[in-house]
Nanobody, 124 residues
Framework: QVQLVESGGGMVQAGGSLRLSCSASGRTFSLYAMGWFRQAPGKEREFVAGISNTGGRTYYADSVKGRFSISRDNAKNAAYLQMNSLKPEDTAVYFC?????????????????WGQGTQVTVSS
């Protein structure tokens, strides 16, 4: 069983930055892609960013390109989401998730393990 735990959420003013972390249990972290998703109240869960198992390929939603950066450290079983130039519309609960394979996808059904989420609130 894989457990994912997010941290680093909080409240920040527009234009500020936050760095989310995702810590994973288990010995197979380096075999799987990781993704970050978010869900705002009353909205569907949406893809934010993904990274392949080696970190060699990254993917971003158009809404966060140029502002967010995903990375991972396989030696530490961790994934990260650096969020810069935050906007009020980035307010949501952010989830990290493990993909079913080595390449990240934008489809949440292709992820089989999820963290509990961390709240990010951006005030104007």
């Amino acid at each position: 069983q894989v457990q994912l735990v997010e941290s680093g959420g909080g409240m920040v003013q527009a234009g500020g930055s936050l760095r989310l972390s995702c810590s994973a249990s288990g010995r197979t972290f380096s075999l799987y892609a990781m993704g970050w998703f978010r869900q705002a109240p009353g909205k569907e869960r949406e893809f934010v960013a993904g990274i392949s198992n080696t970190g060699g390929r990254t993917y971003y939603a158009d809404s966060v390109k140029g502002r967010f950066s995903i990375s991972r450290d396989n030696a530490k079983n961790a994934a990260y989401l650096q969020m810069n130039s935050l906007k009020p519309e980035d307010t949501a609960v952010y989830f990290c998730a493990r993909a079913r394979g080595s390449m990240a996808t934008m489809t949440y059904r292709e992820y089989d393990y999820w963290g509990q989420g961390t709240q990010v609130t951006v005030s104007s």
